[in-house]
């Protein structure tokens, strides 16, 4: 998984799991009084599965459909619509030219440098790391002093205790071979370990406790065992490691260690005759009226609470009833069915959601392998055959990823230009700064035609800076141009910073564009048509416009976006390419012409 996905996926289940933390607590409350201790514990896996399933099934009925129109999907992803930002001078520093190739308008991208520091990913993900390493460094520290604690203790040898132990097994019905000890260090008893188990004695506990007394502290930890509380307690410390940032995740942690211990009365107690019950509360309520919790509370199953769990587990030892088979068939069908609601994710929308999927009701979508174009690259493509309505897609999965649109990003520069009137028409003339360019053909004066033919970046630079930041935003809001977000500097926001775009939304664009569909006038949408005309031959003619992310003296992102009219047929397309090298939009212009002439387009 590359390190944007992973950290999308973290911290959109994150914030899932934020929404279903806050569901769980509100249906403890709604059937607190008609439900049992186990079953609110229960409630609490739910955020487990939540947090540990990398990608749930789309589903009508999900609960999540609410929180469509908050748009969480891209709520989740503003980090990584923002990855590799970097803000460059309009000198262009940080800045180095790549030399001409063949092809006229493939021939010119600049590199950009990039730093593992200077981009927002990469501090996002190093700050996420910093805080991993720090807390796992902590649960470390924790499981060593419990280590040292367990080697401090001693094996008990009563005979009258060990008998006790054995008996507390035979009624819990576990055979689990565990060591029994004791120590002068804790307040509370506690259960320790998973392949190798302990319960550990305070002192106090011997000397002071019943027989019966003790057989019911016995009888408790041994219930952590039988229920696996320990090898669950393990899971919850992974996940609120993964989620430190999230302060929800470590309060329903918390409470689900709080609800463990009520639970784990709750069993203890059915093991129990009625008679006993109220032994048992006693035993139980002194022993935690005198301890406070031990430091590493969240690593072990212990005993001790502080006063509002007193009176919880008080309460529930106070008014339990055992279980009847139809109460516990209505809990349990009660809860797959939540789990129906919340384990699954919002049903997409009709329309192209932000990263660019093509309408789920559409039918007319045909996937089909074209892996042998793309030997050596990651890439997509999409081919729309407008007439038709018919979209051919490669690699689903990359054509809605978000990506630098680089120099495809000047159709929307010129016809901004246009519409604002920065610019007049295709022969609009800028005055070229004396900046010298190591292509010859950028050291002149330039028209909206020769720049966009030679891809010269700092006219169309120009015409942004020129229209401005605001007028920008507001036009790519209005079209839909994937996050909209021009964060990464008037100059270079669509050169590897922080403007994105899925191919599925470059071809909803070209689209729209092609129909008219866009606010731009007819009058300024002919002259960029005009503009990245390619070819003109008997009745086919290509429009199309390349582009080239280039970091660190190597191409990594190669576009080739536009539409061919053949006869009566109209067909747009978007092609992408992802690699370490030489991924760039002369390859990708190659791959989609050699797919055109196979389809008998071109």
């Known amino acids: 998984m590359e390190m944007h996905s992973f950290l ?60 469509n129109q908050l748009n969480m999907q891209s709520l989740a992803g503003i980090y990584s619509d923002a990855q590799e930002q970097a803000k460059m001078e309009p000198t262009m520093r940080g800045v180095s030219f790549i030399s001409q190739t063949e092809n006229m308008t493939d021939a010119y991208a600049v590199s950009v440098s990039r730093t593992f520091l200077e981009t927002r990913e990469n501090i996002i993900f190093l700050i996420w790391l910093t805080g991993v390493i720090a807390f796992t460094a902590y649960t470390t520290y924790l499981t060593c002093k419990l280590k040292c604690l367990i080697k401090d ?90 989620h430190w940032f999230n302060p929800f995740i ?51 199953a212990r005993l001790a609470g502080g006063k509002d769990h007193i009176k919880k587990r008080m309460a529930m030892i106070a008014s339990y009833k055992r279980r009847t088979r139809a109460n516990f068939i209505w809990e349990i069908l009660f809860f797959l069915l939540i789990g129906c609601l919340v384990l699954t994710d919002a049903k997409s929308t009709a329309s192209a959601t932000p990263n660019g999927n093509v309408s789920q009701t559409n039918q007319n979508i045909a996937y089909e392998d074209l892996s042998s174009y793309f030997q050596g690259y990651d890439g997509t493509f999409i081919l729309l055959d407008l007439k038709k309505d018919r979209y051919q897609i490669y690699n689903d999965d990359k054509s809605k990823k978000r990506i630098s649109p680089n120099s495809t990003y000047k159709i929307i520069s010129s016809l901004v230009g246009l519409e604002t009137g920065i610019l007049k028409d295709e022969n609009t003339l800028l005055e070229w700064d004396k900046t010298l360019y190591p292509f010859e053909r950028w050291n002149r004066d330039q028209t909206l035609a020769s720049a966009m033919a030679y891809s010269v970046n700092w006219y169309f630079q120009k015409v ?22 021009i964060s990464g500097g008037i100059y270079d926001f669509w050169v590897e910073s922080s403007l994105k775009i899925s191919p599925l939304e470059q071809v909803e664009l070209l689209k729209k564009l092609y129909t008219y569909e866009i606010p731009f006038s007819q009058r300024n949408i002919d002259i960029v048509k005009k503009a990245i005309k390619i070819s003109e031959e008997d009745k086919t003619t290509l429009y ?16 080739f976006v536009g539409c061919v009219e053949h006869e009566d047929k109209i067909y747009i397309f978007a092609t992408n390419i992802q690699g370490e ?17 196979d389809k008998n387009i071109l």
């Open 250 to 300: 470590w309060y329903a942690f918390y409470q689900m260690r709080q609800d463990r211990e009520v639970a784990c009365d709750a069993y203890v107690l059915s093991m129990l005759k009625f008679s006993e019950y109220k032994s048992y509360g006693a035993a139980i309520i002194a022993f935690l009226e005198k301890n406070s919790s031990p430091i590493y509370d969240y690593t072990i």
């Open 464 to 485: 942004d800076a020129g229209v401005g930041k605001t007028r920008i935003e507001n036009y790519l809001k209005q079209i839909g141009y994937g996050n909209n977000d």
């Open 581 to 597: 090298n030489q991924a760039d939009g002369t390859n990708a212009k190659n791959i989609t012409l050699a797919i055109l002439k």
């Open 153 to 242: 203790s001693s094996v008990i040898k009563d005979n009258s205790v060990t008998k006790l132990l054995e008996e507390c097994k035979l009624t819990m019905n576990t055979k689990k071979n565990l060591v029994l000890l004791e120590s002068m260090k804790i307040g509370s008893p506690m259960a320790v370990g998973g392949i190798h188990s302990y319960i550990i004695l305070p002192i106090e506990s011997i000397r002071n406790l019943s027989n019966e007394e003790l057989r019911f502290i016995l009888l408790h930890e041994l219930a952590h065992f039988k229920r696996k509380d320990l090898y669950i307690n393990w899971v919850t410390v992974f996940l609120q490691i993964m």
């Open 544 to 559: 199309g416009k390349t582009g080239t992310g280039i970091v660190n003296e190597r191409s990594i992102n190669g576009w």
């Open 8 to 67: 999308s996926w973290l911290l959109y289940s994150s914030l899932m799991g934020s929404i279903l933390i806050g569901l769980i607590i509100l249906l403890r409350l709604l059937f607190k009084n008609k439900t049992d201790a186990n079953w609110q514990y229960l409630l609490w896996f739910l955020l487990i599965l939540k947090l540990l399933i990398p990608h749930a099934p789309e589903s009508s009925f999900s609960v999540f459909n609410i929180f």
